[in-house]
């Protein structure tokens, strides 16, 4: 029985990262593909889907036991999430962390998702600024391809200030409470964006 949880899960990893890489890969070229008009109402829709569903489901939701590995089956929802989520330019964990909840302690997948997070980030930016730049984007106002260079610079630096401080809070507050507060912004985000 494992006690002490750990901070990541290398076989969790393993069968992600694929599929990670693929959807990174795939959705800046879907959202070259899409007008504006349509990649607004798809964002702000998934973000309310996303806070809707989390928000209901926080209400009846109790810990279940962790699941076996099911490869293919992770291999294909990390495809689809990586997919979704770089379409819509938000982070990874809003769709992989409840589905890898499945499959280990909330603390572990949390390290889980991070670990999977980098080099989607990373293959993700590149491929907006590869797609835009072969759009004739070609880095006026600020923009290098699809990528807002002011925007990446502010959430550079908040990549690396906030997580301490979320650490912390998180020590201090119940898992439950963080997740309702995030899920209720997201509503928000999306009912913004949507107008």
Known sequence: ?????????VHLIKLCLPGIIAGAIIAPQLADALSVHWLRWYIGLLILFIAVYKLTKSLRSHQEAPKPIEPVLIIIVSIISSTLSGLAGIALGI???????????????????????????????????????????TGSNLMLGYVYLPAFLIISITMAIFPPI???????VSIKVIQNVFYIYLLCIGIAILL
């Open 1 to 9: 029985m494992k006690l002490v949880s750990q901070l990541y899960d």
């Open 95 to 137: 769709l992989m962390i409840p589905f890898l909840s499945r499959y280990s302690d909330h603390r572990t997948v949390l390290g889980t998702n991070l670990m999977l997070a980098v080099p989607y980030a990373v293959i993700g930016s590149a491929g907006y600024i590869f797609s835009g730049l072969q759009s004739g984007h």
């Open 166 to 172: 979320g650490l912390k809070l998180a020590k201090n």
